[in-house]
Nanobody, 122 residues
């Protein structure tokens, strides 16, 4: 089992920045890829970004490419999502999720956190 806890969400004005964190506990974390997903009210959950277990490979949705960055610190069992140039359309609950592979269009990851709310005001 892997337990994931997100933090760092909040209310920010358009154009601002936030950094989300996802702390893992349980099984050996560095073996897992981790992704960030989001779900806005009335919309389906969507892939945002992911990073391989080594950190060498990263993936981003077209809607956040160039604005968001993902990184991991395996010594701290933590994944980060740096979100810059935020837009009102980025408003959603953000979830981190882990599995051996997490890629856009892939299977849903096995382990999920409970999410953190990000609200971007115009």
């Amino acid at each position: 089992q892997v337990q994931l806890v997100e933090s760092g969400g909040g209310l920010v004005q358009a154009g601002g920045s936030l950094r989300l964190s996802c702390v893992a506990s349980g099984r050996t974390f560095f073996n897992y890829a981790v992704g960030w997903f989001r779900q806005a009210p009335g919309k389906e959950r969507e892939f945002v970004a992911s990073i391989s277990w080594s950190g060498r490979n990263t993936y981003f949705s077209n809607s956040v490419k160039g604005r968001f960055a993902i990184s991991r610190d395996n010594d701290k069992d933590t994944i980060y999502l740096q979100m810059n140039s935020l837009k009102p359309d980025d408003t959603a609950v953000y979830f981190c999720a882990a599995d051996t592979i997490v890629v856009p269009g892939g299977q849903d990851p096995q382990y999920w956190g409970l999410g953190t709310q990000v609200t971007v005001s115009s």
